[in-house]
């Protein structure tokens, strides 16, 4: 009988306890430009069959699904032929981030759920479709199904500020959401570093409060914070004496002082296009 090297037996426990493995064919960034991976296997048509060579053989050798997420491929009629033949590949579904590798910044425009749209309106492809893309408030989730016609939705940046979007409850407090968030952190110390949890406490609070006069004494503060009580220091007590501050001058003098809820401070802006 062969020993299994521990490399090997790490492998094994991976997929132990996962579910599902999803090859990443989204990925805009320069990193991947650079060393040619993510979308830019999409670009042009003659990086596809290295890329259904790697579908298949994934497909073939875990004892779980694997699942492909793609961007739009240039021309944008090419999405639904490429998606049909991961589906032949061995992808079990497919989640379509309806934009192009060009356009990775969020100001270049909302995704355009039309090709999400189309992949469904395919006969030959079967297999389920997630959409992704222009989801900013709970209305937009069942707006985005009804209109693509899709399997199943990925959320990206929305969730990153406001975590309870699926629950449609009102916006949370982005003070309780982070303390409750921190509180999660003690709970399962060490899954994520100082620098992670700092960067999702500053997005909570950015996504309602990013033009609040207080807001970069926030950032400077949290980035000062060395440890987690650190931070719920600052939550527990200097962020609401600001928040009082801003309301007293608000008070006094122009209501844009006001702290609140503002959707607008997000700073996003995508809205679905009509049905
Ligand atoms: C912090 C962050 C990390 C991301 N990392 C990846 C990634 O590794 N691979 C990928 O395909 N997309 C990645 N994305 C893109 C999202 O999965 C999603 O496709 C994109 O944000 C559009 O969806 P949205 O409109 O709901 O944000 C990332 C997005 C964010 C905000």
């Not at 969020?106 to 989801?135: F, W």
């Not at 399997?151 to 409850?169: A, I, K, Y």
Request: aromatic share 8%.
């Amino acid at each position: 009988m062969q020993r299994r090297s521990s490399k090997q037996a790490g492998r094994f426990k991976t997929f132990a306890m996962q579910s599902e493995v999803d090859l990443n064919l989204g990925c805009p960034q320069e990193v991947a430009r650079d060393e040619h991976f993510g979308a830019y296997y999409l670009l042009g048509q003659k990086d596809w069959p290295i890329v259904e060579n790697i579908v298949s053989c994934m497909a073939q050798s875990f004892m779980v699904p694997v699942s492909t997420k793609i961007r739009l491929c240039q021309p944008s009629t090419k999405t639904v032929e490429f998606a049909e033949r991961l589906q032949a590949s061995g992808s079990s579904w497919i989640t379509l981030h309806a934009r192009t590798v060009s356009s990775r910044r969020r100001r270049q425009g909302a995704a355009d759920l039309s090709e999400v749209k189309k992949l469904k309106e395919s006969e030959r492809l079967t297999i389920p479709v997630v959409s992704n893309g222009n989801v900013r408030v709970f209305d937009d989730l069942a707006k985005n199904l009804d209109y693509t016609g899709a399997d199943g939705l990925m959320v990206g940046e929305t969730l990153l500020g406001n975590p309870c979007l699926f629950s449609n409850d009102a916006l949370p407090d982005p003070v309780d959401i982070s303390l409750e968030y921190l509180d999660i952190c003690r709970l399962y110390p060490g899954v994520a570093t100082l620098k992670t949890i700092q960067t999702h406490i500053r997005h909570f609070i950015d996504f309602q409060c990013t033009r609040r006069p207080w807001f970069k004494k926030l950032r400077v503060a949290l980035n000062a914070c060395t440890d987690l009580d650190d931070i719920e220091h600052l939550l527990r007590v200097k962020v609401p004496r600001w928040r009082d501050m801003t309301m007293k001058s608000a008070e006094e003098g122009s209501e844009d002082e006001r702290d609140g809820i503002d959707l607008e401070d997000s700073g996003v802006l995508w809205h679905l296009p009509p049905n």
